[in-house]
C-alpha cells in the first residue's frame, strides 16, 4: 500500500511508538490489503473521548462455505502495551451470532486479547514508559501482533460463525435492540422502559419459558421442563454458530409440541421464567479467566433478554452459580427476588431422599436443607428446633440428628450432577414458579443481612417460590458452625467477585 507515511506519523503524535505501530500496519496490510486505516474518534465506557487509529476491512472464515467477516480494530495510543479494542461491524442484513467470543454489542473477546504478551525479554507493565521505549530501542519486539491476533480471530471465527442472514423486517428488529443495549450499558436508560419490539403477540397468553443455550444443559432442561408439563411454550435460545447442531438439531428433527428453537432474543418475548445455562468455553488459563470469560459472555445475553421479558424470574443455572447469578442480577438491574440461581436445590432434595428413603428418617428430612455455596462447601441446616424438655436431652437430640445428617452426607458425595439431573431440579423450579406454589427451595439468593453477611453475595438458603421469584427466606435454625461456614463461603465470593470486569473497561 501506498502510506503516507508523513501524514500518518503527524497523525499519530500522542502515539508513544509510531515507528512500530505503522510498521505493524504495513504487516497488515500485506496480508489483508481490503483493509482501510483512518484517525476517529473513540468514546469509553467512562465517557471519555480519544482520537484513535482503527481499521476496517473482512477477514476471510470458512465455516462450510468461504464468507468475509467485517470487522473494526482500534489501536490504542499505548499499543503495543495494551491490546487492541475489537468490534464486528455488520452490515444492515447481518445478525449478530452472541457467544463466548461476541457479545450482543458485537465486541470481541479472544484468549489472544485476554493474554496479550508486551514484549519479548521480560518488559513489565511495572515498567515506565521511558523504560519500556529503551526496550524497545534496544530491537525488542512486541511478541504479541494484529495479524496473529486475526489469525486467531479467524481460527474462532471458523469455530463459531459470529454473524449470520437477517431477513428485512428482522435487521430492523436487530438494530433497535443493539442500540437499546448500547444505551443501557451507558446509562442513558433505565430497565423499567415499557415498549417492547416485536409487539405483544405473546403478552399474557400463557405461560412461556425460555432455555439460554443449546448446549447439553440447555437441551435436559427444555426436555424436563416440556416433560413436567407446566409451561405452554418452551423456547430454545441457540447462541451458537450459524447452524443449528447436536441436541439442538435433534430437537428440530424429531420435533416436540410447544417447543420451539430460535436464535433471535425475541423469541424470548414475554418470557415468565428465563432459565440460563450457557457457559463460555473459552481457552482460559486460570479459574478466574473462566468466570470472566462467562461475565463477558453475560454481558451481551443479559441487557437483551431484560429488554425482551421485563417482568420475568431469571433462574441461573450457569456456573459457578453464586458469582453468575450476581452477574446476572446486576445487569439485569431486576429486584433481587425476581433474580434466583438453582442454588443446592437438587442437592436438597437428594438430601431429603436419603434421609426419607433410606435412613427411614421422614421426620428429620422434613427440616433438612443443604444450604450455602454450590461443592465441597455445602453445609447441612435446619429449619427447626427440637422440641425436648430440656437442655442435656436437646444435646442428645441434636449430637444424634447430626450423625443421621453425616451419614447421609456420605452417600450424598457419591452423587454427581449431569446434566439431566440439573434439567430435572431445574424443571421442578420453573414448576414452584409458575403454578405459584409457595413451595420451599434451597435456591441461590441475596444473602446480605443473613448469618451476619455484610456483602452482595447470592448463597443457597431455604425460600419460598411463587410466581413473581422469592417471596420470603425460611428461617434457619441457629447454629454457629453453619452461620462460619456460610460466612467464610461470602467472603471467599465476595474476594472472586471483586476481581471481576462486570462493565468493560479499555485501558
Not at 446509562?187 to 415498549?195: A, F, I, R, V
Request: aromatic share 6%.
Amino acid at each position: 500500500m501506498a502510506l503516507a507515511e508523513e501524514a500518518l506519523r503527524k497523525q499519530l503524535g500522542k502515539y508513544k511508538f509510531r515507528d512500530l505501530t505503522i510498521e505493524e500496519l504495513k504487516n497488515v496490510n500485506k496480508t489483508y490489503p481490503n483493509f482501510t486505516f483512518s484517525m476517529n474518534t473513540y468514546t469509553f465506557k467512562d465517557g471519555s473521548q480519544k482520537e484513535l487509529l482503527n481499521f476496517s476491512g473482512t477477514v476471510p472464515v470458512k465455516y462450510g462455505n468461504s464468507y468475509n467477516i467485517p470487522i473494526r480494530l482500534w489501536i490504542l495510543d499505548s499499543h503495543p502495551f495494551a491490546p487492541p479494542i475489537c468490534f464486528l461491524k455488520p452490515t444492515a442484513n447481518m445478525g449478530i451470532s452472541v457467544g463466548k467470543h461476541v457479545d450482543a454489542h458485537g465486541r470481541i473477546y479472544l484468549p489472544y486479547l485476554q493474554n496479550w504478551s508486551h514484549v519479548r525479554g521480560g518488559v513489565t507493565d511495572g515498567r515506565n514508559i521511558l523504560e519500556k521505549k529503551a526496550c524497545l530501542d534496544k530491537s525488542e519486539r512486541p511478541k504479541s501482533t494484529v495479524i496473529g491476533l486475526i489469525k486467531e480471530m479467524i481460527a474462532k471465527f471458523e469455530e463459531e460463525l459470529p454473524l449470520y442472514s437477517l431477513s428485512s423486517s428482522d435487521a430492523a428488529r436487530q438494530s433497535e435492540l443493539l442500540s437499546y443495549i448500547a444505551k443501557i450499558t451507558e446509562g442513558e436508560t433505565g430497565m423499567k422502559s415499557k415498549s417492547k419490539i416485536g409487539g405483544d403477540k405473546n403478552q399474557g397468553c400463557f405461560n412461556k419459558i425460555t432455555v439460554v443455550g443449546a448446549g447439553d444443559l440447555g437441551i435436559a432442561c427444555v426436555l424436563a421442563i416440556a416433560a413436567k408439563g407446566a409451561a405452554d411454550k418452551v423456547v430454545l435460545l441457540d447462541l451458537s454458530e450459524g447452524s443449528a447442531k447436536g441436541g439442538a438439531m435433534d430437537l428440530e428433527i424429531f420435533t416436540l409440541p410447544n417447543v420451539e428453537i430460535s436464535k433471535d432474543f425475541s423469541a424470548s418475548a414475554d418470557s415468565k421464567v428465563v432459565v440460563l445455562t450457557v457457559n463460555s468455553l473459552g481457552n482460559a488459563q486460570t479459574y478466574l479467566d473462566v468466570v470472566q470469560s462467562n461475565v463477558d459472555l453475560f454481558r451481551g445475553v443479559i441487557p437483551a433478554i431484560s429488554h425482551y421479558s421485563q417482568n420475568t424470574v431469571l433462574l441461573v443455572a450457569s456456573h459457578p452459580v453464586e458469582v453468575m447469578t450476581y452477574v446476572s442480577w446486576k445487569l439485569s438491574a431486576f429486584p433481587k427476588s425476581r433474580v434466583i440461581g438453582v442454588g443446592a436445590n437438587l442437592d436438597t432434595e437428594r438430601f431429603q431422599f436419603i434421609l426419607t428413603n433410606l435412613l427411614k428418617e421422614e421426620v428429620l428430612a422434613k427440616d433438612a436443607w443443604i444450604i450455602g455455596e454450590q461443592g465441597e462447601d455445602k453445609v447441612p441446616s435446619w429449619t427447626t428446633g427440637n422440641s425436648v424438655a430440656n437442655q442435656t436431652e436437646a444435646m442428645a437430640a441434636r449430637n444424634s440428628r447430626d450423625k443421621v445428617a453425616n451419614r447421609a452426607m456420605e452417600v450424598l458425595k457419591g452423587k454427581g450432577q449431569r446434566s439431566w439431573s440439573v434439567g430435572l431440579s431445574v424443571a421442578d423450579l420453573t414448576d414452584s414458579i409458575l403454578k405459584d406454589k409457595r413451595k420451599v427451595h434451597s435456591v441461590s439468593t441475596l444473602a446480605k443481612g443473613c448469618c451476619n453477611i455484610n456483602s452482595e453475595v447470592f448463597l443457597s438458603l431455604p425460600c419460598i417460590l411463587g410466581s413473581s421469584g422469592v417471596i420470603e427466606m425460611v428461617k434457619l435454625e441457629e447454629d454457629p458452625l453453619v452461620r462460619e461456614k456460610l460466612q467464610s463461603s461470602a467472603g471467599s465470593i465476595h474476594d472472586l467477585q471483586q476481581q471481576l470486569k462486570l462493565i468493560s473497561i479499555e485501558t
